[in-house]
């Protein structure tokens, strides 16, 4: 947890330090991300056998503030792409604070699944790609999990 911690302070003091040079952009990326349909948000053994959850409306939200939204395709596949202030001026948190939300009913995908409750991921860093003067965080869902209605 030490070793999450220190790369991401270190990722985000990189990520605030660069857009002071004259024309670099700081880009966040999400994805490509897959979100299964079945309650437990398990791929399984056999990932082609998975059913996917397509036109599942997906949420970025970091802390109590939702940064972004999308759709999922016919796959069951979404990405996010957006500027490193939009998502850390709106939510005045670090990116540690961000969750993926597929606020779709589950049962939309699967009449058996229950119709109330949301799947949740975690996003986690995977690499800082530079390129010209543009760099970009790039993330990907942990894994999504029910989490029933309180």
Known sequence: MATKLVLF????VAALALPIAKGTSVEV???PSFVPCNING???VNVTATPAFPNAQVQLQ?????????????????????????????ARVGLSN?????ITPLSTCNP???????????????????????VVLIF????FRYIPPT
């Open 9 to 12: 302070v270190s990722v985000m």
């Open 29 to 31: 990326q999400v994805g």
């Open 42 to 44: 398990s791929l399984g």
């Open 62 to 90: 970091c802390g109590a503030v939702v940064v972004a939204t999308t759709t999922t395709n016919a796959s069951g596949v979404f990405s996010f792409s957006l500027d490193f202030t939009q998502v850390f001026l709106s």
């Open 98 to 102: 961000c969750n993926l939300v597929v």
């Open 112 to 134: 058996t699944l229950p119709p109330v409750g949301v799947l949740t991921s975690s996003i986690v860093f995977v690499r800082t790609d530079v390129l010209g003067v543009r």
């Open 140 to 143: 990907r869902a942990a894994g």
